[in-house]
């Protein structure tokens, strides 16, 4: 955090004022996201130990800035302690747009508009920016090659198959996989591959598309990266807008290169596979390895495409044991579980005072979580703050500049996200979250409201809050 407070004061002239964490950080990279503030300045702080990912990432981005991309600008970096400072971007991102703008597969005009400049922007990034790229900086592998493909099948198949108990023939899938993967490389690779291009990745400035998290991008062929935004799990795209969308990206490509449609199909289908496979095998780490159950909400979507892909596609190559292993995800009573709709959860957040006890659940459901925030820096001991509580400014300013209330923060929504994700899966309706400090006034209150805020606009859950020393004191008015 240091080394972002001192690259945002070299780069500005002027000290950050404020520094919070973006939910961001609770993602699968593992990298620290951070926004810092101050006189008027925005900047977003990364924070990341692998050298070679940091190295990738600032190279690409001036290298795309060169050539007009719509990416942040590097503000500054201290290499040494995995730290850069890089343009803020905003909030909103295409994913969170979509989700904001659609009734089920009824999807609004202006998010079918940012799709459409999204995907006649990637081949600038293939083509163009490709040519003269230094592919030496790329991490792990310089190109998306017969190893990088062999990766992500195993990854598939030890982290997703293995682990959800999917029964599979070890040497017959390797035949297969060896089957698509002579298919995959037989496609022309000679471009740039962003790898992660997914709606997540897109920030949307002013209803324009920006670019993020590119670190990972190689060599490879054309089709992966509209196959990873078309078939992108949780924001399942209809079909329909699924091929309007690549007939879109086709004819912006055929702008760049001397496009044969007919030949880019014959592979396209088996890059939608090995994308969706890949993203199976990251869910299934994520979710039962490392038991983060929030990434196993979207298995439901990853199976949903590929039976699409079963009843619509047939590849020009056989995969028998491959299919077979599909079929017995399709029936799979665990991961039918993970399919079965999730009823609305009503998560009910509470500050208090620990000297007038922990808040009762009304609910009748029991148990949540209880935080006690006394360990944190308390505002009520000094005079300006005395007669304030956590959702007035100054209080909220103060408490921002503490470092610990941030990590108390992540810890937190890690905790309440992954009992969130697994209550809708398993039909529960209620969870009770309460913070409590001294006074129930300042530090409870904040944190509190900061909890209800990552909460809200999560689908199925609606968010309550109390304030139970405030509305004792008077300051708040009780629910009716």
Known sequence: MDALKRLFEQHFHSPAEHVRPLQGQLGGSGRNIIRLTGSGQTAVGILYSVREENLAFLEFSRHFRRHGLPVPEIYAEDLAQGAYLEEDLGDTTLFEFLSANRDGDAIAPEVVEAYRRTVAELPRFQVQAGRDLNYKVCYPRSSFDRQSINWDLNYFKYYFLRLAGVPFNEQALEVDFGRLTKLLLAAPHDYFLYRDFQSRNVMLRDGSPWFLDYQGGRKGALHYDIASLLYDGKADLPPALRQQLLDHYLDSLAGYIDLDRDAFMEHYYAYVYVRILQAL????????????????????????????????????VALPSLLDALQAMQASEKLRNLSAPAPGLTVRVFSFSFHNGIPADESGNGGGFVFDGRSLP?????????????????????????????????????????????????????????????????????????????????????????????EKLGWENPPQ
């Open 281 to 316: 095998g990251a869910y299934g780490f994520r979710g039962f390895y490392e038991r983060k159950a929030h990434f196993l909400q979207s298995v439901p979507y990853a199976l949903k495409n590929l039976r699409w892909l079963a009843h619509n596609v047939r590849l020009p």
């Open 378 to 470: 308390n505002p009520g001991r000094e005079e300006q703050y005395r007669q304030l509580t956590g959702k007035d400014e100054a209080v909220i300013e103060y408490l921002d500049r503490q470092p610990g209330v941030h990590e108390f923060l992540e810890h937190a929504f890690s905790l309440v996200d992954s009992s969130v994700a697994n209550y809708r899966q398993r039909g529960f309706s209620n969870l009770s979250v309460s913070f409590g400090c001294t006074g129930g006034q300042h530090r409870s209150v904040y944190l509190a409201e900061h909890l209800a805020e990552h909460l809200r606009g999560a689908k199925g859950v609606d968010v309550k809050v109390r304030h139970m020393q405030l």
